[in-house]
Every structure is written in C-alpha cells, then in structure tokens.
C-alpha cells in the first residue's frame, strides 16, 4: 500500500515577511483601485501619469507585490530579500511615508481637525493607515544581522554584523546583513573593546560603585602635622594645632582646611554632568581586528566596527570575546 508524503507543518524561516511585504501591498492596491472606482477610471490614469508621486508608488506597489529575487532559506533566516530589493523597498517605503505625512498635514492646517475626524471616518480609517502601513515596510525592511544570537552554535549578531565560528576548521565567517564581508581564520581574529564596552567596567566609561572620584590628599613629610578634614561645628584635635596657638588666642588656624562638604555639591553636579556631556562619545562599541602575520599588508584590520546599542548586543560581543579566546 503506497504511503501518502507528509505535508511539513514548519515553515520556512523569512516566509511570515514575504507574506506580511505581499499583504501591505494588496492593501495599498485595494485601496487604490477602490479610490479609482469612485471616480472616472481613464481621468484617473492620466492624472497618473502626469504625477511623479504616483509612478514611483506603481513601482513601489510592484516591488512589494512581485518581490522579484526573494526566497525564504533557513540559512538567511531574517533576510529572505536581496540587498537591492531590500534598499528599494525601505527608499520607496520613506518616500511614501514622507507624502503620505505632508499631504495629511496640509489637510489638517488648511480644513482643521474637524473635518480631519470626518474624513477619517469617511475613508474607514484610511488617512491613519496608508502612513503606518508605509512605515511598517520601513520597519521591516530595517537594517539588522542574519540570525539571531545563538552562543550553543557559535553564531552571534551584534547590531547588522553576524559572525559564525567553525570550531572544527577554525574559520570564521562574517557577514554585514546580507553580504558576506569575508571568511577568515579564528586564530588571527580579535575583539578589541572601545569606550568603555570592556566586560567588567562600567556602563558609559563610568567609575565603580565603591570608588568615590575625589583624589587622596597628597602625603606630607610629617605625618604628625598632616591637616585633617573637620566636621561642620566639631573643633580640631588639639595634637593638630600650630604650637604658637595659645598666642594667637581664638582667631582659626590657618593650617585647618575649610570644610569638604561645601565642595561635594559642585563636585556631584559635575560628575553628574559629565555623563551627559560625553554620552555620545562614550558610548560602548567594539571592533573586530585581523591580524594575519602570512598576508602581506593585512597586519592589524579592522573587520568590523559596531555600537553596542542593546544589552543582547553586549551579551553576544561577551561570547564572541570568549569563543574567540578559546579557539
């Protein structure tokens, strides 16, 4: 009796994007060709061709639609599209985005919120929707790695850049979304922490929690003379005092400091306010250095540079540190 082939229940990684990419572009269509119906369809197509807007959006629609050169693969998992198509998409999908915005706006100023509310009950929600639906493209089609981090695999993704490490040949592949930057081999690979991003230190290039970030006194020759920090309304040691102190009766020493908590406040506020001033130049990033003593002119290259923007960005960079030392 011949057995009947099972049908796969698991899709395809990258299938759900070229469905969601296909679905907005259905939607923008219906609505197109529904707007088109309620008025004269041939004075529709020439109004069309004469509008540069309208062109570049029946290329929009045709790219989203067809999406020519796209397959789902399970070694691409987030990227199903070419990098052209995706480039395209995301060009086309802010341009849209950005008329579909202004033509709302001067809607608004020139008819007021009123008639705004009537016309987006009259259209069903249209003037709301056409932008997110654009910007869901955008989102979409967004700049990220291959995969997902997956330190079991050796696989990371740290920001757009994805790096895989074969633990058998000891090569490492890198890729730069969809593009493959190159193969290199694990030995010759580095990471190199830059602006605080170094395991261990403090977020923002920051100090420890146990140190304070005042500097020590400076030491004197006698320690016996050394001049001590009063309390605000607690007199000096005797031991402390200048010898000729009975002479000069009750006027203060002038050995004795002034106080340090008059000065804690502007040192507080200026600690506080450094992070804030250097918070761009400050943030945590690292770079992927090859150095490869058998290629000529390779010595010391960077591979790769990238923001650590998301704690699973650290997290990964962590584990490309470690399997990289371990290889």
């Not at 907005?24 to 197109?32: D, N, Q, S, T």
């Not at 009063?230 to 004795?256: I, K, Y």
């Not at 150095?291 to 290259?301: K, L, T, V, W």
């Not at 960005?313 to 540190?321: C, F, G, K, N, P």
Request: with cysteine.
């Amino acid at each position: 009796m011949a057995r009947t082939r099972p049908t796969p229940t698991a899709t395809v990684p990258g299938a759900g994007t070229l469905f969601a990419l296909r679905a907005i572009g259905l939607v923008i269509l219906a609505r197109w060709l529904h707007s088109m119906a309620q008025m004269n369809f041939l004075a529709a197509l020439e109004g069309m061709a004469s509008s540069p807007a309208a062109c570049l959006n029946l290329i929009f629609l045709f790219l989203l639609i067809v999406l020519p050169g796209a397959k789902a693969r399970v070694e691409r998992p987030f990227h199903p599209l070419p990098q052209w198509l995706r480039q395209a998409l995301r060009f086309f999908g802010t341009l849209g985005f950005l008329f579909a915005i202004g033509s709302i706006g001067m809607f608004v100023w020139t008819a007021g919120w009123r008639r705004t509310f009537h016309a987006a009950a009259d259209t069903n929600g249209w003037l709301v929707a056409a932008p997110a639906l654009y910007a869901a493209v955008v989102w979409i089609c967004r700049p990220r790695a291959l995969w997902r981090t997956n330190i079991a695999a050796r696989r990371f993704a740290i920001g757009r850049f994805a790096v895989s490490i074969d633990v058998a040949t000891r090569t490492t592949v890198v890729w730069r979304e969809s593009r493959k930057v190159g193969q290199y081999d694990a030995r010759e690979l580095s990471v190199r922490w830059l602006s605080g991003g170094q395991p261990g230190a403090a977020p923002g290039g920051g100090l420890a929690s146990g140190s304070t970030g005042f500097a020590a006194p400076a030491p004197t020759e006698d320690p016996g003379r050394a001049p001590r920090v009063s309390e605000p309304g607690v007199e000096p040691e005797p031991a402390l005092l200048p010898a000729d102190s009975s002479a000069q009766g009750s006027e203060p020493s002038a050995a004795t400091p002034e106080p340090a908590t008059a000065t804690e406040p502007r040192a507080a506020a200026a600690s506080s306010a450094s992070p804030h001033r250097d918070g761009a130049a400050r943030r945590p990033k690292i770079e992927l250095l090859w150095d490869s003593p058998a290629a000529a002119g390779h010595n010391r290259q960077t591979v790769f540079l990238a923001h650590l923007a998301s704690e699973g960005d650290r997290t990964a960079a962590r584990a490309l540190d470690a399997a990289l030392r371990q290889v």
